[in-house]
């Protein structure tokens, strides 16, 4: 490669079109046109939502899996904390506050559907309030993900691989299986509500969400960028690619380790705050390893392992993929309800042939991950420029 | 015989088949095999199908189970994990490729269930396959006949493994495939045949299994995390490890939710699952490689020679 | 009989043959000699198939053969008896044995195994006892009987001799120089203990870094002074070539 391509001076269009990120988001937008001219706006915000969650919650898988080596096959843990810590804290706090039964009574249906418009009413007086209770909501998922992201790290990262997948597995069904039953913390099979700190935007609701769920994807995505791109990112490589070297050249594999799955399961338990925070309430049923832990597995492979990237383009073009299958089911798959199959099944099969496909076709996904100087690009063109002085000086 | 152990034997027959099943096709293939879920489930589905509309028992359909989880297993191995084998791939990647093909036969399940309801007019989402068994001694058939269909299959497997040549062989293989190949035995032949024989065990696996709880397509999903513990907790470096790991699990959770519950009171019920897998959790905190590494073991190992990988 | 030509080959995307060729000729010796990482292994195992040949070429009796399955060359008479796990630890000697034969019938596998415990009379006595219970030096012997049991025309040897007593490497380097001598068998062996491998062998090669130093006569590189004390730790002009071709029975006892 000419030193002229890598300093990016020559602008190639045929190149630029051909690379894999940019088919990708041509076919995006293609799709999203498609969507939008069939069946208006609304579903176009629907996705939007649906890649903005499972964006966040994805990149905190491949911060785990891509960049540790840890296969998180246990992601939905730290989601329902998430989404559990939001349904039960804050509005408790609230209640409290507001002198209303806090208790366990609080996640009774019968209490529970009285209490939260009480205090969704006393958010809408004031956008102060709203923004807190926002805030506060998300502080608190991002804390008690941080919580049981360590403490489902202690007895698992000293295992290695399937093993370690295995056991995190198992904690996260053992979460699952917690929030089906335990109804004093979110109602248990019955759906509990949370209060609603977007109900004073009024009918413009439904668009600021997907504007602050988006803004905060976006800001994980540059914390995410610049941790992968610092010392403590190049650590993660380093153990994930030889954890027998990187512990002779002196890093602590059991505390980098920990570190990444802490800060990967806060990232994951603010992605399940907000998605309750949207549908406003917690149904435990719905947070099951399939949607939780599983789909964003197959993001991840499909955007390409170890790219963030990479990552954002396959939540996006499967979230479109499957929003698809849901909406289109009966006219294309229509020929199944012959046989009285409800064609939603299709989903299930769609994520499993993708997952198929990727390993066998494509094990570095869409986006593979680049093997990038971890310096930032001016300073590496310095450094070429440096080089290339040096060697026609020689001459 | 009390009622907890009744159902816990058939149980944890079932998931010693299917943790048999995991850990066989672990040592032979590195492969830990997500779709065992799946392949229980259509487990139960052969043997429910067959009673629900040809009628008799779901025993004499059992032949037919085993045959269908070979043939998805025959299936797997040739779409999928033969080219993965030959590419080397990482264990992960193994894992993920088995949990694609678990997913897409799970959507088949569901399909098949909607199917079932449609033209048979049958309730497939909520079987008890309780219902068609019958009483022998004054005990539930099931409670009798599968822990001695178990042990009669662990034992065939046993004298294939060590008095037949193939079976020899697979060993060979198991314990040093480059020795192996080089003493001309074709490694994809043996991986061929573990697969047959772990798909039948998964799906005999979930037919037992279907007996002792309520049969659905999600049942294999549900019980999975067990079967795996199952295996870890057997250490997955032998076969028999792994599948007096199932038992003991299946066994655990019954027991411990009878006794817990008339200490602690019928709440514990929703929690049953989590017993097996504290059991899993502590063992592996004492002894990280499962009940290969309890002294146990020694008794274990005149069943099933060495660990892997002993010797020069 | 064996011609390897251009070899590149290595593991995943490790490079540890450059160029290398090697010539057998038919019924004798070649010794392949070298310091640790030389390649040598990586070179039985290209020929094997289980390393990864990226170019050149592998001829076996005028056919092609890189690329080909492990199990389909024990098939055309290659047999390989590795350095590491030459023997199924978990398996009786008997069932070793048979393993060995996995390919011939069961009334000439009954044959050959009896032909191989008169030949190594140590494995009749532990005959149903598991092999990872033998000796490293009976070990050894249950290898070379592996190997010699399915009739092979060439035979690839890698460091008999390693991890076993001094005594008893020189009786397994005598029991080689027999099969060559009685059985007429072509064999390639890697081989440690350089001095007295070179001493039985016919042909040798220096390797060094994936790459062939020296090729000739073994003999001759004996007598290179350089090379030999440089690479093999052989002293020059310590030793006169010994009297190896008297066969011992009794040699393969304990």
Not at chain 2, 51 to 59: C, D, N, R, S, T
Not at chain 2, 189 to 208: E, H, N, T
Request: proline residues 4%; positive net charge; contains cysteine.
């Amino acid at each position: 490669m000419s030193s002229e391509k890598m300093n990016g001076i020559k602008f190639d269009p045929r190149e630029f079109f051909l690379r894999r990120e940019v088919m990708v988001i041509i076919v995006i937008l293609a799709l999203l046109t498609f969507l939008y001219s069939s069946r208006g706006v609304n579903i176009i915000l629907t996705i939007f939502i649906d890649f903005a969650v499972f964006a966040i919650i994805t990149m905190s898988l491949n911060l785990e899996t891509g960049y540790t080596g840890v296969p998180q096959f246990g992601r939905v843990a730290a989601v329902i904390i998430g989404a559990f810590a939001v349904g039960a804290i804050p509005g408790r706090i609230m209640a409290a506050m507001m002198g209303l039964p806090s208790g366990l009574e609080y996640a009774s249906d019968t209490v529970n559907f009285r209490l939260v418009p009480e205090i969704t009413a006393l958010l809408t007086t004031s956008y102060l309030y709203s923004l807190l209770f926002l805030l506060g909501s998300l502080a608190i998922a991002a804390v008690c993900g941080a919580g049981i992201g360590w403490l489902i790290s202690r007895p698992a990262i000293r295992l290695k691989e399937a093993y370690l997948g295995i056991s995190l597995l198992a904690f996260g069904d053992f979460f699952m299986w917690v929030g089906h039953n335990w109804t004093g913390l979110v109602g248990g099979s019955v759906p509990v509500n949370v209060p609603d700190p977007f109900r004073i935007f009024g009918g413009m609701r439904f668009t600021i969400i997907v504007l602050v769920i988006f803004v905060i994807a976006f800001l994980v995505f540059l914390y995410l960028q610049k941790l992968t791109k610092s010392p403590f990112g190049r650590s993660l490589r380093m153990i994930r690619d030889n954890d027998v070297s990187a512990g002779a050249a002196g890093k602590n594999i059991v505390s980098v380790r920990t570190q990444s799955l802490v800060i990967g399961a806060a990232i994951a338990a603010l992605g399940g705050g907000l998605y309750v925070l949207y549908v406003s309430s917690v149904a435990s049923i719905g947070f099951t390893r399939l949607t939780f832990t599983f789909w964003p597995w197959a993001f991840m492979m499909l955007g390409g392992i170890g790219s963030n990237i990479g990552v954002l383009l396959g939540v996006f073009l499967l979230s479109i993929l499957r929003t698809m299958i849901v909406i289109f089911r009966y006219q294309w798959f229509g020929f199944l309800t012959v046989f009285g199959i409800d064609p939603l099944w299709l989903e299930f099969t769609l994520l499993g042939a993708v997952i198929i496909i990727v390993i066998l076709f494509m094990p570095h996904g869409l986006v593979p991950e680049k093997i990038e100087p971890m310096l930032p690009k001016s300073r590496v063109r310095r450094v070429l420029e440096r080089r290339q002085l040096a060697k026609e000086g020689a001459k | 015989m009390t009622p907890w152990m009744a159902s816990g034997l058939v149980y944890a027959s079932g998931l010693a088949l299917t943790a048999g099943s995991i850990t066989l096709l672990y040592i032979v293939t590195r492969t830990f095999n997500f779709a065992v879920a799946s392949m229980a489930t259509f487990g139960f589905y052969v043997a429910y199908t067959g009673v629900a509309i040809y009628g008799g028992l779901p025993y004499q359909y059992y032949p037919l189970v085993f045959l269908f989880g070979s043939f998805l297993g025959i299936v797997c191995y040739y779409g999928l994990n033969r080219h993965l084998l030959y590419r080397q791939a990482a264990e992960i990647t193994l894992m993920m490729s088995t949990l694609g093909y678990d997913l897409v036969l799970l959507s088949f399940i569901q399909m098949y269930a909607d199917f079932l309801t449609h033209t048979y007019r049958l309730f497939p989402r909520r079987v008890t396959m309780n219902t068609y068994d019958f009483e022998l001694f004054g005990e539930r058939a099931a409670a009798i006949i599968l822990p001695i269909i178990a042990i009669v299959f662990l034992t065939a497997l046993h004298m294939f493994l060590t008095k037949t040549k193939f079976g020899v062989a697979m060993r060979a293989t198991i314990e040093n495939p480059i020795l192996a190949g080089a003493s001309g035995i074709n490694s994809d032949k043996v991986y061929l045949v573990s697969w047959v024989i772990s798909g039948g065990m998964a799906s005999l696996g979930g037919a037992f299994m279907a007996m002792a709880m309520t049969g659905s397509p999600t049942m294999g999903m549900f019980t999975i995390p067990l079967m795996f513990a199952g295996a870890i907790l057997g250490g997955l470096t032998s076969l028999y490890g792994g599948i007096l790991g199932g038992f003991m699990i299946g066994m655990t959770e019954y027991a411990g939710v009878f006794y817990l519950s008339q200490q602690l009171g019928p709440w514990v019920l929703g929690y049953r699952m989590g017993i097996p897998l504290i059991l899993m959790a502590v063992t592996l905190l004492f002894f990280p490689r499962g009940l290969a590494g309890i002294p146990l073991s020694k008794y274990l190992k005149s069943l099933s020679g060495k660990k892997r990988g002993d010797g020069v | 009989m064996l011609t390897v030509t251009n070899l590149n080959s290595g593991y995943g995307k490790l490079q540890v043959l450059y160029d290398l060729n090697i010539e057998v000729p038919g019924k004798g010796i070649t010794v392949i000699v070298g310091p640790n990482g030389a390649g040598k292994t990586t070179l039985m195992s290209s020929i094997m198939g289980i390393a990864r040949v990226t170019s050149g070429e592998i001829i076996y009796e005028n056919i092609p053969i890189q690329g080909e399955l492990t199990h389909n060359l024990a098939k055309k008479g290659i047999s390989y008896v590795p350095q590491m796990g030459n023997v199924f630890a978990e398996l009786s000697v008997m069932d070793n044995l048979n393993m060995a034969g996995f390919l011939m019938p069961r009334d000439e596998v009954k044959k050959k195994s009896e032909q191989m415990t008169e030949i190594f009379p140590v494995l009749k006595k532990f005959i149903h006892r598991d092999a990872g219970t033998l000796s490293g030096g009976e070990r050894r012997m249950l290898a070379i009987a592996m190997g010699l049991m399915k009739n092979p025309k060439l035979m690839l040897l890698d460091e008999l001799s390693t991890d076993l007593a001094p005594i008893i490497a020189e009786k397994v380097m005598m029991e080689v120089a027999r099969l060559r001598d009685e059985l007429g068998i072509t064999i390639l062996m890697v081989e440690q203990m350089a001095k007295r491998a070179l001493e039985i062998g016919d042909n040798a090669y220096l390797m060094v870094s994936g790459e062939v130093r020296y090729s000739g006569k073994a003999d001759d590189l004996l007598h290179e002074p350089e090379l030999c004390s440089m690479y093999l730790g052989i002293k020059p002009d310590s030793g006169q070539i010994a009297d190896v071709a008297k066969p011992s029975v009794e040699g393969s006892e304990e």
